[in-house]
């Protein structure tokens, strides 16, 4: 199953945590090809990444979580890999998931690991939580099936997946999460999900603050409407 | 006669500071020609305020600087919208660009690798 799969890692200095993780990764995955996005790095990500043996691919310059990993599907599609799996540098998501996050991918197209499950230490609260309450319901009621955690960025994608992300992968807040899914289940792609582990940040900070918290709703809410208009064509000036 | 002269000479400068940039080669000819024509008509009115006040009368607007107003901030929420849509074009392809060249930047210290195990 792992054999032509690729775990994909975008990372923003995050020098402290990337060798850990990668060295996580081969523990529990050791056949997996592992590639690293450098999305900007102004520390040494990409050569503590290297040191590890990652493949390592830098941007130029910071383009944000959704065009780190839309190069990762560009990287995963030219290279004929059947699978590719998501998973932070920051060290929250646990590599003893992969198993179950790649394996799902037998009977669809995209799997999601969700934090929120019984045996979960993950919470939310205040607005962000009725925010990802809301989310979990629209995105539930276009797939036809349960998405629990939209946001969640432990997730892998199948080749039909890769095939579209490589194409059309939103980069604004939230689309690289919730935007990405609400494409894929409106071109007929089928989305499950998989609990998994969420562990606590081991190093930097959080990537959304208490005042992002608050403008998350509405934002969220333009990110599924913005899908939900948008033409069914792949978008024009976007394509090679 | 002041506000007149004023309106003329404000096209004027316009005018000539448009064409000089677009002699230049700095200006785009798709965005010069829209501002050579704002600044066109606005010195034809200056020139001919009589055609502002038939204008206004025709169409049936009481005050004919309101005429004037409304055109030129529709026109200029125009020219905003179309800056916001080049805008956001360029931002998509300068990622695209982006991406492609860490792609290929990886392809070379690749083959560059295998060049030196050999």
């Known amino acids: 199953m792992s054999e032509r799969s690729l775990v994909a890692i975008p990372a923003w200095n995050e020098e402290d945590s990337i060798a850990d993780v990668i060295d996580k990764v081969r523990t529990h995955q050791p056949d997996v090809a592992i590639l690293v996005v450098d999305d900007g790095s102004t520390d040494l990500t990409a050569i503590r990444a290297q040191e590890s043996g990652a493949t390592v691919i830098s941007l130029p310059f910071n383009v944000g979580v959704g065009g780190a990993m839309r190069t990762a599907f560009l990287f995963a599609q030219r290279e004929g890999y059947q699978a590719l799996v998501q998973v932070d540098a920051d060290g929250q998501h646990d590599p003893a998931d992969l198993d179950r996050v790649l394996g799902g991918l037998s009977d669809a197209d995209i799997v999601v690991g969700t934090r929120f499950h019984p045996d979960s230490m993950y919470f939310v609260g205040g607005p962000r939580r009725w925010a990802m309450v809301l989310l979990s319901k629209a995105l539930s009621f276009m797939n036809k099936g349960v998405i629990s955690d939209p946001t969640s960025g432990f997730r892998s994608a199948g080749p039909r997946a890769i095939a579209l992300f490589a194409v059309d992968y939103p980069a604004d807040y939230l689309g690289d999460t919730v935007g990405s899914l609400a494409i894929a289940i409106r071109k007929g792609l089928v989305v499950r999900e998989t609990p998994v582990t969420m562990y606590f940040r081991q190093f930097g900070r959080p990537s959304k603050n208490a005042v992002w918290s608050a403008l998350y709703l509405g934002r969220a809410s333009l990110a599924i409407l913005a899908t939900g208009l948008k033409s069914n064509r792949t978008p024009r000036s976007d394509v090679a | ?118």
Request: cysteine-free.
């Open chain 2, 1 to 118: 006669m002041t506000p007149n002269l004023l309106a003329g000479a404000t096209a004027v400068i316009t005018f000539v500071f448009v064409f000089y940039l677009l002699r230049r080669g700095v200006l785009r000819e798709k965005y010069a020609v829209l501002w050579l024509f704002f600044s066109g008509t606005a010195l034809f009115f200056a020139i001919f305020p009589g055609a502002l006040v038939w204008l206004s009368a025709t169409i049936g607007v009481a005050a004919p600087v309101n005429l004037l107003f409304f055109t030129t901030v529709f026109l200029l929420v125009l020219v905003s919208v179309q800056l916001s849509y080049e805008l956001s074009r360029h931002e998509m392809r300068i990622r695209r660009l982006a991406e492609e060249v860490a792609l290929l930047q990886q392809q070379i210290d690749d083959l560059r690798d295998r060049d030196e195990h050999e």
